[in-house]
Structures are given as C-alpha cells and as structure tokens.
C-alpha cells in the first residue's frame, strides 16, 4: 500500500495558526523519533539501541505489538522510519518531509509504503484487504494530524526554541 498526504504547517491566509519555523518542525520530527511516547499515548518500553550523526535505532512497544525501527534522515529536510517486519506485523517504510514551496508557506509530507494491498487483486471477490486499507489510510491520516497537534502545543510551550 502506498499512501502520501499533506498537512499544511504555516497557512499565510489563516491568521488563527502560529507561524512555526521549519526548524521547529525538525526538531519536533525527531523529538518523536526519539522519544515516540511523547507523541502517542499507548507507545512503552522504549529503547534507542544504537545511534549515530543521521541514524537511529529503536524499539517500542505499541498497545500489544513490538515494533523495531531504522531511521535515518537527511537534517532539517526528511526522516525515514524502515519499520522491519515481525510474527506481528509485515513492516513498512514511513516518510516525513518537510516543504517550503515559498517564504510564507510550510507543509509535511507523509509517505506511507506497506505491504498491505492497496485494492482489491484482478479477479478476487474478497474486498477485506481493500476495505482494510482504507482504514489504515484513515489511522494514519489521524495519527499524522494528531503530530502536528503535538508539534505545535510543544511550540506553544518553548519547547522548540524559535
């Protein structure tokens, strides 16, 4: 399953938003990757294994299931997360970039590559894996919009410089 969506940061026509400085968005981005827990409510047990200048490694539980993580990242510009594949689950490939197409705009890019079924195969009468793609579709579209919740309370708080 491949799925990408937007989420738009800074919005120049909308003076209720607080402009946020794709620095702060960064520094957000791996905030989470480091510390998974403080951007969603049923992660534990998490453990950074092994880390370097642009890499980390981590383990999490979520709910019931453990999940393992690779990520790397280009600084201030995407964050890859290779989720490996277990008994539990099949894996995937999570990425987060952040875009500036001028001075006053700012947006996120997620990208999401599972092997979950997009559609339904030619020939099948079985529309579960499509039915469940959709779902996960709108899980994952949730859970990025509750990110940008959390990044922008984090720099209501100081807690992403300026």
Do not use: C
Request: glycine share 4%; charged share 25%; no cysteine.
């Amino acid at each position: 399953m491949h799925f990408e969506h937007l989420v738009q940061i800074n919005d120049p026509l909308n003076p209720l938003l607080t402009p946020l400085s794709a620095q702060q968005v960064w520094q957000a981005l791996l905030w989470r990757a480091e510390k998974p827990q403080d951007f969603q409510d049923d992660v534990s047990e998490v453990k950074i294994h092994e880390r370097g200048d642009d890499y980390m490694v981590r383990s999490f539980r979520l709910g019931n299931l453990h999940v393992r993580d690779n990520i790397e990242w280009d600084e201030g510009r995407t964050i890859h997360f290779h989720t490996q594949p277990n008994d539990e689950h099949n894996g995937g490939i999570l990425t987060i970039a952040i875009e500036t197409p001028d001075e006053a705009q700012l947006f996120v890019r997620f990208t999401y590559n599972t092997p979950l079924a997009d559609t339904v195969a030619a020939g099948s009468d079985d529309a579960s894996d499509a039915y469940f793609s959709s779902y996960v579709k709108s899980a994952y579209h949730e859970a990025d919009i509750d990110t940008v919740r959390r990044i922008r309370e984090l720099a209501a708080q100081g807690s992403l410089g300026h």
